[in-house]
């Protein structure tokens, strides 16, 4: 593989390991101790991703909040944020939603070649649409990103996302924040979904650090070959 962006996937969980419950609104995990110390993470990447169903279901902001943060950004020669990236198979997005509609900042969607063509009538003015292959070519997004520019990539999930980038072995780092409630829903969605991972019984990822926030705790496991550095 070329060149591509260091890949830092973050998620926050339930104690039984799902990142929603059932209901309609979002299920803050999170508490605002650890809300900023993401905010800081986000301030250092280069681009933020998150799949098309966390912006139909979420319709996050993706934005650093901090004004000091953004400042800092600013003085580097950076924007304000980090650029916004999503990946697509069936194409549905809303130009309306918030990743598209906040932030002086571009916005890239990586979409599967069947609707590559009418993801750009739609978002036609408000993002950039990359035909990313059929089916969707993760390590060719990564180096398309790098070639933008993009040397530190943060991935905010949600599950299908997660599982794509755990599965191909492409996460550099990854943390995982647990907070004490159980959702005990079957039907509510996970950090990931069933599939053949590269790290298990005979290949564990590391953990590099354990640290208690507030109520919940940030697990930061690094792949098997790679140092902390």
Known sequence: MGERPYVLASVAMSIDGFIDDTSDEPLA?????DFDRVDEVRAGCDAILVGA????????????????????????????????VT????????????????????KIV?????????VRETLSGVATVVDAGDPLDLPGVLA?????????????????????????????????????????????PRFVGAA??????DRRMRLAEARPIGDVVLLRYLPPERSDA
């Open 29 to 33: 995990l999170s508490n605002e101790a």
């Open 53 to 84: 169903g966390t912006i139909r279901a979420d319709d996050p902001r993706l934005l650093v909040r901090s004004p000091a943060r953004r400042a800092a950004r600013v003085r580097r020669g950076l924007g304000e944020t980090p650029l916004k």
């Open 144 to 188: 398309d990103l790098s070639a933008r520019g993009v040397r530190r990539l943060m991935v905010e999930g949600g599950t299908a996302v997660h599982t794509l980038f755990l599965a191909s072995g492409l996460v550099d780092e990854l943390h995982v924040v647990i907070a004490p409630v159980f959702v005990g829903a079957g039907d509510a």
């Open 196 to 201: 053949p991972f590269p790290y298990g019984r």
């Open 110 to 118: 990586y979409a599967a070649g069947p609707g590559a063509k009418r």
């Open 87 to 106: 990946l697509t198979g069936g194409g549905d997005l809303d130009p309306s939603r918030r990743f598209f509609a906040l932030g002086d900042v571009e």
